[in-house]
């Protein structure tokens, strides 16, 4: 069976630090990832999404970046961390024939002081 | 452009009550509809998916959706609501999937925060 893993779980950070969320997928190839952020009393919104290795599509400009380093492996970070950047960060994969479903993370709780 | 309408962004019922939660949906193709759970501090889990086959659709946990095209509508039933049921129910629909390419993502809805009350 399939299972999809981030970390870390819970993270503190000080205004102006690198971020560093590692999401990876195991039981199945070449799945499209996914990351959302979850902002208090708000929806979830699609940052990035990836089809491959390599591939990343942005959805809205902003002080984060992601990378896809391997088939199942899928990195957000940044360089210097705004207060408003805090948020819950979910990560989710799909597969490449379903019919749209996705299947997400445990999610990771990121506060910027 | 696809999108989805949450309408009641807090619902509180009784216990053994019907649950009624609703979405509206936007969509210039056939959609595809979810309806995810989400437990605080947790990630979102898929509650039951319309695809485009039956319009009655029913997920885990007693929940079921009725796909209603001419009403652009996929709400979300339970007829007796379990104090296990409060969480935050979001609404999403498939967008690109009618393309090549595999480029596909899900755009939600605000969501809903059910209330269950002894």
């Known amino acids: 069976s399939q299972t999809i893993h981030q970390w870390p779980a819970t993270l503190v950070q000080p205004v102006g630090s690198p971020l560093s969320l590692e999401c990876t997928v195991e039981g199945t190839s070449n799945p499209n990832l996914y990351w959302y952020r979850q902002a208090a009393g708000r929806g979830l919104q699609l940052l990035f999404y990836?089809?491959?290795?390599?591939?990343i599509s942005s959805e809205v400009p902003q002080n984060l970046s992601a990378s896809r380093p391997q088939d199942r492996q899928f990195i957000l970070s940044s360089k210097k961390l705004l207060l408003s950047d805090s948020g819950f960060y979910l990560c989710a994969w799909r597969k490449r024939e379903a019919t749209g479903e996705l299947f997400f993370g445990e999610g990771s709780r990121l506060t910027v002081l | 452009a696809q999108s989805v309408t949450q309408l009641g962004s807090h619902v509180s019922v009784s216990e053994g009550a019907l649950v009624l939660l609703r979405c509206n949906y936007s969509s210039s193709v056939p959609p595809y509809l979810f309806w995810y759970v989400q437990y605080p501090n947790q990630g979102l889990q898929l509650l039951l998916k319309?695809?485009?086959?039956?319009?009655l659709v029913k997920g885990i946990n007693g929940f079921e959706a009725e796909f209603k095209k001419s009403e652009t509508s996929f709400h979300l039933t339970k007829p007796s609501a379990h104090m296990s049921d409060a969480a935050e129910y979001f609404c999403?629909?498939?967008?690109?999937?009618?393309?090549?390419?595999?480029?596909?993502?899900?755009?939600f809805g605000a969501g809903t925060r059910l209330a269950v009350h002894p």
């Open positions: 999403a629909v498939s967008v690109g999937l009618e393309f090549s390419g595999g480029y596909n993502k899900l755009i």
């Open positions: 319309y695809t485009s086959a039956a319009t």
């Open positions: 990836s089809v491959g290795i390599g591939q």
